[in-house]
């Protein structure tokens, strides 16, 4: 399996949770963020996991669309 079919999985400092059906997130992104967090959160969160992405993930990759193209669905858990 190439990484590019691997599931993505990432909990930022914040605690927000990044899931991806494929690595190469052509089928999007889903984020898992809790109501209390702010917006301000949320944006280091992101710029978090894109860098670990971009760092860990991006060069095992076999073709990747770009992050301007990533489809990010967000999912506000208000437990």
């Known amino acids: 399996?190439?990484?590019?079919?691997?599931?993505?999985?990432?909990v930022s400092r914040f605690g927000t949770k990044f899931?991806?059906?494929k690595a190469d997130f052509s089928e999007g992104v889903i984020i898992h963020?809790?109501?209390?967090f702010s917006e301000a959160q949320l944006i280091s969160d992101v710029a978090e996991?894109?860098?670990?992405?971009?760092v860990n993930i991006h060069p095992e990759l076999n073709g990747f669309q770009g992050?301007?193209?990533v489809n990010?669905?967000?999912m506000v858990d208000r437990t």
């Open 67 to 69: 992050y301007d193209c």
């Open 33 to 36: 963020r809790e109501a209390r």
């Open 1 to 10: 399996m190439q990484m590019n079919d691997k599931p993505f999985d990432h």
């Open 49 to 54: 996991m894109i860098g670990y992405h971009a």
């Open 72 to 74: 990010f669905k967000i």
């Open 19 to 21: 899931v991806a059906p």
